[in-house]
């Protein structure tokens, strides 16, 4: 299980993910602040739209891409690597955007459309361990899950470090550095993903405790 590349690819591309998720849910609020001047007591609508657009976008995608395999007859693994990839390279286009803009509204738009994208990333990783080993998918997201809440711990204390006085320079070199975490999850699921069932998991007993 721990040699499986198609495991890996689960778990990087899980914490990828995380890691701009991470980044901006501990950050955003001193993000619209800095760089959009908006109050932090008036900014509670504007902080919870991309989480709003994401949590539309979990729903729906994950619908659509269950459409497409079983009505579409489309593959378990093009499905999976375009969706993931699609998630990855909408959140990265839009972070760089975010970086470029000098518009208050522009800013929070890309924001939260870039925030909101990583539902249809989700839609992509989140299930694979499923098609991997279904009876071990739970193992599968506790591993990729431990691995992904590293940069809950590690993103906090790296922002901190590097956004010492607020400046939109400062802030850039964060969404720079986020847009290639996400070009790096997306070309490793790209490359090594899978949507078959692995061999070291096609002759185990899913019902563990089943009773005779």
Same mark, same amino acid.
């Given at each position: 299980?721990? &040699?499986?590349?198609?495991? !890996?690819?689960?778990?990087?591309?899980?914490?990828?993910?995380?890691?701009?998720?991470? @980044?901006?849910?501990?950050?955003?609020?001193?993000?619209? &602040? %800095?760089?959009?001047?908006? =109050?932090?007591?008036?900014?509670?609508?504007? /902080?919870?739209?991309?989480?709003?657009?994401?949590?539309?976008?979990?729903?729906? /995608?994950?619908?659509?891409?269950?459409?497409?395999? &079983? %009505?579409?007859?489309?593959?378990?693994?093009?499905?999976?690597?375009? $969706?993931?990839?699609? /998630?990855?390279? /909408?959140?990265?286009? $839009?972070?760089?955007?975010?970086?470029? @803009?000098?518009?208050?509204?522009?800013?929070?738009?890309? #924001?939260?459309?870039?925030?909101?994208?990583?539902?249809?990333? !989700?839609?992509?990783?989140?299930?694979? +361990?499923?098609?991997?080993?279904?009876?071990? *998918?739970? +193992?599968?997201?506790?591993?990729?899950?431990?691995?992904?809440?590293?940069?809950?711990?590690?993103?906090?204390?790296?922002?901190?470090?590097?956004?010492? @006085?607020?400046?939109?320079? =400062?802030?850039?070199?964060?969404?720079?550095? @986020?847009?290639?975490?996400?070009?790096?999850?997306?070309?490793? $699921? !790209? &490359?090594? *993903?899978?949507? %078959? #069932?692995?061999? !070291?998991?096609? =002759?185990?007993?899913? $019902?563990?405790? =089943?009773?005779?």
């Amino acid at each position: 299980m721990i &040699k499986s590349k198609p495991v !890996w690819a689960v778990m990087v591309a899980h914490f990828c993910q995380n890691w701009g998720f991470y @980044t901006m849910l501990t950050n955003l609020p001193r993000m619209l &602040k %800095e760089l959009a001047n908006y =109050e932090l007591q008036k900014a509670g609508f504007v /902080g919870g739209l991309p989480y709003l657009m994401m949590g539309c976008t979990l729903v729906w /995608g994950g619908q659509l891409a269950d459409y497409l395999r &079983k %009505e579409r007859n489309i593959d378990t693994l093009t499905v999976r690597r375009r $969706f993931c990839v699609a /998630g990855f390279a /909408g959140q990265a286009l $839009f972070l760089a955007l975010a970086s470029v @803009t000098s518009s208050p509204p522009f800013l929070v738009a890309y #924001l939260s459309i870039s925030i909101g994208l990583g539902g249809i990333c !989700w839609a992509g990783f989140s299930v694979n +361990h499923l098609d991997l080993a279904p009876q071990f *998918a739970g +193992h599968l997201m506790g591993m990729s899950n431990t691995l992904a809440t590293l940069p809950g711990m590690v993103c906090p204390l790296i922002v901190g470090y590097i956004v010492t @006085t607020g400046t939109v320079a =400062e802030w850039n070199i964060i969404f720079y550095s @986020t847009t290639v975490v996400y070009a790096i999850g997306g070309a490793i $699921f !790209w &490359k090594f *993903a899978s949507g %078959e #069932l692995q061999p !070291w998991a096609g =002759e185990q007993n899913p $019902f563990i405790g =089943e009773l005779h």
